[in-house]
């Protein structure tokens, strides 16, 4: 088998695990989890009847959807119903290609990198193909002919306008520190100056991720879906198999979120601080990539588990009162230290360190202002 024809079929083989693993680790893994933490940390069981331990829930879950019976309103724009959920799930899938897990091995004698393709604007793909995703909301909202729906619907589309503008402007922070649009070069950058974005792009990051979590229309961010005033938001009209779809785009466009956030701030690949612990570099690539996005998505869990949710005023002021201005600050500060920054990234490091030393005390403010007003409350 010549080399070429081995290259095919291992690109192939990637795209096909993208399809059907993500799907299962979203199915099995990462709502058992959920499900499981949850009810730690609310203080009950959670899922614990179907299987040891609740292991089987997932399996359950499936054969629950894929048997259900698949509802269509009668005077639901049929076509474009069926479309919603499709349209919600397959931009997330594509954005999964270009994410890159991991250094590149040998397979049959021939190097295969562990991410599909490496486009040079590949970040801007990203953005361009996951804001896609909304339109899948906005469509089955549309298509089913109820109040409700078109309400989620409307407030997704809403949501999406106010906080895509903060997301990008986040990331071009990390645009001007890496100067390349490729995720791959962005990690190798983080590699040959030994060091992680984030320390630099500190308020980048939180920017980012706010704005990811409220893209992915996850607590505190779910109106589209709020239950206690839409009945079910967007997906009220769907059931079975299309309910599932909705479901599975959400909890990839999170897997997403999180894979760019650990490729763009958090060395992608790399093992931590490798030039003063040398030693970490024995564990494969693939699994501190794999670690550091499990965190994320535990993040998601936790906030789903904690805050309540935003009002849809508090959500709009929050967008474009505080995160789209200080997302403006942030570019000029970060690109005035990579104009004044001349000596291998002495500047980004004094960054790195202002920006730590900042968050540190609204930390310790936040918490002296809490232990005066308990005093006070006493």
Same mark, same amino acid.
């Given at each position: ?179 390349? %649009? @490729? &995720? #791959?070069? =962005?990690?190798? !950058? ?12 500190? *308020? ?121 201005? %200080? @997302? &403006? #600050?942030? =570019?000029?500060? !970060? ?12 500047? *980004? ?30």
């Amino acid at each position: 088998m010549s080399p070429a024809t081995l290259q095919t079929i291992l690109t192939a083989v990637k795209i096909l695990l993208i399809v059907m693993v993500v799907p299962a680790i979203v199915g099995f893994v990462i709502v058992y989890a959920e499900r499981r933490i949850m009810g730690f940390m609310q203080g009950r069981l959670g899922p614990n009847r179907v299987g040891p331990q609740g292991l089987l829930q997932g399996l359950a879950d499936l054969v629950k959807l894929v048997t259900k019976e698949d509802l269509t309103p009668t005077r639901a724009e049929k076509v474009s119903h069926f479309l919603g959920p499709v349209l919600s799930v397959i931009p997330a899938l594509t954005a999964l290609a270009l994410i890159p897990v991991g250094e590149s091995i040998r397979i049959g004698g021939v190097e295969t990198s562990l991410y599909v393709a490496d486009v040079n604007v590949g970040l801007l793909f990203l953005l361009g193909i996951t804001s896609i995703g909304v339109y899948g909301i906005i469509l089955g909202g549309w298509a089913s002919n109820n109040k409700f729906s078109l309400l989620g619907g409307l407030r997704s589309a809403a949501q999406l306008v106010s906080y895509e503008v903060p997301m990008g402007l986040s990331i071009v922070a990390v645009l001007l520190m890496s100067r390349s %649009l @490729s &995720l #791959v070069e =962005i990690v190798r !950058v983080q590699d040959r100056l030994h060091l992680w974005f984030i320390f630099p792009g500190l *308020l980048s990051f939180f920017l980012y991720f706010v704005s990811g979590v409220a893209e992915t229309n996850r607590n505190p961010f779910d109106l589209p879906e709020a239950e206690s005033e839409l009945v079910s938001g967007f997906n009220t009209e769907y059931s079975g198999i299309k309910f599932a779809f909705y479901f599975l785009g959400e909890y990839t466009a999170m897997i997403v979120v999180s894979s760019v956030a650990v490729t763009l701030f958090f060395g992608g690949w790399l093992a931590p601080f490798p030039h003063l612990l040398p030693g970490l570099r024995i564990v494969p690539g693939i699994v501190w990539f794999l670690i550091k996005v499990g965190f994320f998505i535990f993040c998601y869990i936790w906030f789903r588990s904690t805050f309540p949710r935003y009002r849809f005023d508090q959500l709009m002021n929050l967008g474009w009162k505080w995160l789209i201005p %200080l @997302s &403006l #600050v942030n =570019i000029m500060v !970060v690109a005035g230290c990579v104009l004044a920054d001349t000596r291998h990234g002495r500047g *980004l490091r004094g960054l790195g360190w202002v920006y730590t030393g900042f968050f540190i005390l609204l930390f310790a403010l936040s918490r002296l202002r809490r232990r005066l007003a308990a005093a006070e409350a006493r």
